[in-house]
C-alpha cells in the first residue's frame, strides 16, 4: 500500500469514529434536555415568580 491509501484509510476511520461519537454527545444532550424539561426545569409551581410586590412598594412617595 502506498502512503496515500494509508492515509485516506486512516482518514475514513477517523471520520467513521467521529461522526460515531457525534451522534452519541447529540443523543445524550437532547435526552438530557427531555429529562429536565420533563421535571419543568426544577421550577416549583408554589415560588415561582419568586416576585413579592410589597417589597418593592414605594412607601416614601406621596400618593393622590
Known amino acids: 500500500m502506498t502512503p496515500r491509501e494509508i492515509a485516506q484509510k486512516q482518514a475514513e476511520v477517523a471520520m467513521d469514529g467521529f461522526i460515531l ?3 452519541r454527545t447529540t443523543y445524550a ?3 438530557c434536555l427531555l429529562v429536565v424539561a420533563s421535571c419543568n426545569f ?3 409551581d408554589k415560588t415561582y415568580p419568586g416576585y413579592n410586590g410589597e ?7 406621596k400618593v393622590k
Open 21 to 23: 461519537w457525534s451522534k
Open 42 to 44: 426544577g421550577v416549583e
Open 55 to 61: 417589597q418593592y412598594s414605594p412607601t416614601n412617595l
Open 29 to 31: 444532550i437532547i435526552f
